[in-house]
């Protein structure tokens, strides 16, 4: 369905690989296309891929993406798949220097994919994995009706920020067992504090050893009751293995769920993940590839990706700069608790400027460069701000903190200081800036009702959304289902029984969840 | 043609219409068309279905920006938000001018061309700097272009020197602007905007007429060359002040509506003989006036001296905090056989959307 890549570009992308490979990329076979723009609007609508799920939410953003273009608001330059191998799509009335950028963009990013431990376990048969859910979703379709299906997904999609992207890290609840197991005859279930033998019976009394176990076993015993054991963030998942479901509703839900995972990771290290993709394709086309006649285009180009409107932070901009600076830190020794602890700026300014690397270019086998190799594999936008972010940082970039002033209702500067300006942006990167919700309780009440509760981070949770997304959930658990979040300083459980939407106070007369906090 | 997503994008313009799924029809979101003065900025109205997800509420409200500014200066734009929707795409920003936003504002709407009344159907010339050429005169040389061509060429040719940048235009770098001429049906019209300042109006309430009055205005730009706009605010007594004075002033007090109406009727007679002039006339107001007498007298003065004149009379009755007014339904009752006579309510900026097309759907 789309013309054959024209040989020059095949010829280029083989000379920009062998590059890219020579600077120590790493990355999966890469598969470019080129599309027409009405091709790479479908395609940009349904996340890079040529086939989805039927649904009217993937017609909605392609509407929105026809008209941008359409008015010349904005334009998709490339697109690129974590999917091994990996697929890339070049917009095919574009410029042969844009073509250039954009596979040595991607490239990147298909060594960012491969390498970041995040994206470690994420499915790399994607491109089938969507196919197949396609599919699915068809034959379900076809079976019961496209509205009784597209009424179950739309239920479904409320949930699918609901999942816990570290989980994909840990032993699956699926394969360990939902109770810990336990050795009836464990000795160390109590405390033991560490004693020479002769010490011993003084120091971890029999007794109360004794005590302090039969209070443990009790305190476990209990725990066995509690259902879930502990409160549980994936709900996607709690829901899929104990509402009662139709097995093609088990089916969707868990097609969402997977899709959600896979996604994931990409939303968790934009900010890397754009950075790391811009670096090289500057480190890249500027040391290798340009011609004399492309550099203006390309200055366009690559000035107009990292732009930054007053008031607006770019991503690309973001990672890059901050990759650099790490670099040039780390060519510098500008890091250790020798650096941290120096407190004068005249020298903190002129630190290591001897050691730096001489020339133009700052290569492979230089410590900065290694240094970021290692940033791109270990961590998430997340730690990568928390880790990196210096105050130098800060003012070079002209970073400001900013707050809705109530009295205007506009938005305005209120300070630059490093440690709110810090705090405000880990906390958007943190879980997408989206609530934490746990299931506390299972069996609420004894009556089979679901218990939720929002754990309060800072901004409340918004009512509205709330009161509606309680709703779909009671359409997957069946039994009425509740959410504890605090509203203005209050403690609120908002219900859905199936038929009536209601909220009150939570005081000592409302029977406490299984799980507290 | 055959793309599979044309199915995903039938489904989703028969949800919105309402022709289906009748449930998703409370998550209906309107794109905000909003276009802000000065600056050139845009959003496009994308009709949007909302799916319900637990998320913050508005104690969520501070972010980071780059850029100058010192504490309490107002920040622009978003800053960033919660990323990571779409993998790898690039936005360029565009600058849109009045012209093109109105444009987009009549295909969105779907608004026909106003069919100008009256004979005065001259033809006037105007000329559309639209094209670029090798030749011309210096005043149309076109910078950017020159330069960017001037650049490469030096860069080329080994002539650059990035410690001393010095670009030096040769004759075969320089473009220039080139125009077109076209002919375009000349008629003038004018608009009258009338506001109720009376106390129950707020920031809130203004900002909505704003906006409105601000599509109301790129629209007929768009339509007629000459344009002149007039602005009368109200309370219990109406006068006509400048475009400053009418978003600013804030007044106490009454409402007696046709103490506006009279003022524009006597601003018509004297300067705008319907002969000449498309006469618009807009009004704004809570619809909270002091006396059901003194709604009826607006009615008949509309009635009797103004809207044989008029192309046409929009009403617009904005919600404010001591709820909505009757003046609408005194004009629905009187003058509902008029046809030139338009009424829409707004309460929040979503409805300036419905509000413009309705002014705006017949033509005139």
Known sequence: MNPMLPKEIVKEAERIADFARREGLDFFPTIFEMLKSEQMSQF?????????????????????????????????????????????????????????????????????????????????????????????????????????????????????????????????????????????????????????????????????????????????????????????????????????????????????????????????????????????????????????????????????????????????????????????????????????????????????????????????????????????????????????????????????????????????????????????????????????????????????????????????????????????????????????????????????????????????????????? | MGLQIEKDHQRFRRIVKGKIREDLRKFLTRGELLGREGKKYITIPVRGIEIPHFRYGDNNDSGVGKGDGKPGDAADGEGIGPGGEQEGQHILEVEVSLDELAEILGEELKLPRIKPKGKHRITAERDRYSGIRQSGPESLRHFKRTFRRALRRQIMSGLYNPEAPRIIFERRDKVYRSWKTILNPQSNAVIIYMMDVSGSMGDEQKELVRLEAFWIDAWLRKNYQGIESRYIVHDVRAAEVDRETFFRVREDGGTRISSAFRVARELMEHHYSPQDWNIYLFHFSDGDNSSESDSRECCTLLRENMIPALNMFGYCQVASAYGSGNFINVLHEHLSDQETVVTTRVNTKDDIYDSIRAFFAAGR
């Open chain 1, 44 to 517: 940009a609508a349904y996340g890079g891929f040529p086939q989805r799920y039927p649904h009217w939410r993937f017609g909605m953003e392609y509407e929105g993406l026809r008209k941008q273009h359409k008015y010349g608001l904005s334009r998709i330059y490339e697109m690129v798949i974590n999917n091994n191998p990996c697929y890339a799509y070049l917009l095919v009335d574009n410029m042969m220097v844009d073509h250039k950028t954009v596979i040595a963009h991607v490239y990147a990013h298909s060594d960012f994919f491969k390498n970041n431990i995040w994206f470690s376990r994420t499915d790399r048969r994607m491109m089938d994995g969507m196919a197949n859910h396609a599919t699915r979703v068809r034959r379900y379709i076809e079976r019961f009706g496209q509205e009784r299906v597209e009424k179950f997904i739309d239920t479904c999609l409320s949930l699918e920020n609901l999942i816990d992207p570290h989980s994909v890290f840990m032993r699956r609840t699926a394969d360990a067992p939902l109770r810990p197991q336990q050795d009836e005859d464990d000795d160390d279930s109590a405390p033991r504090y560490p004693a020479k033998s002769y010490m011993d019976r003084y120091i971890n009394p029999p007794a109360r050893m004794a005590r302090d176990r039969e209070s443990h076993r009790a305190e476990e015993e209990k725990a066995r009751e509690r259902f879930p054991v502990k409160p549980v963030r994936d709900i996607m998942l709690f829901l899929l293995q104990n509402a009662t479901l139709r097995d093609w509703e088990a089916d969707i839900l868990s097609i969402i769920r997977e899709e959600a995972y896979y996604f994931a990771p990409q939303g968790q290290t934009k900010i890397m993940n754009e950075g790391w993709a811009s670096y090289w394709h500057s480190t890249i086309m500027t040391n290798y590839v340009l011609r004399d006649d492309e550099i203006v285009d390309y200055c366009e180009h690559h000035s107009g990706t990292l732009a930054t409107s007053p008031g607006r932070l770019n991503p690309y901009k973001m990672g890059i700069e901050l990759f650099r600076d790490i670099e040039r830190r780390w060519n510098t020794g500008r890091y250790g608790p020798q650096y941290d602890a120096c407190e004068d700026m005249a020298l903190r300014r002129e630190w290591g400027k001897d050691k730096a690397p001489k020339g133009r270019v700052v290569g492979q086998g230089s410590p900065g460069r290694e240094k970021i190799f290692q940033v791109r594999a270990l961590y998430n936008d997340v730690t990568f701000l928390d880790e990196f972010l210096t105050p130098e940082f800060v003012d070079e970039q002209n970073l400001y903190h900013y707050k809705l002033d109530p009295a205007t209702g506009k938005m305005v500067v209120v300070n630059r200081d490093f440690d709110k300006i810090k705090q405000q942006l880990l906390f958007m990167l943190t879980n997408h800036a989206q609530p934490y919700i746990f299931v506390m309780d299972g069996n609420y009440r004894n009556r089979g009702e679901l218990y939720l509760a929002h754990s309060h981070t800072g901004p409340d949770v918004e009512i509205k959304y709330a009161v509606e997304t309680l709703k779909q959930i009671q359409k997957v658990w069946k039994r009425p289902v509740h959410l504890a979040a605090r509203i203005d300083d209050e403690p609120i459980l908002f219900s859905f029984d199936g038929e009536q939407s209601s909220q009150q106070h939570i005081d000592d007369a409302i029977e406490p969840p299984a799980n507290q906090f």
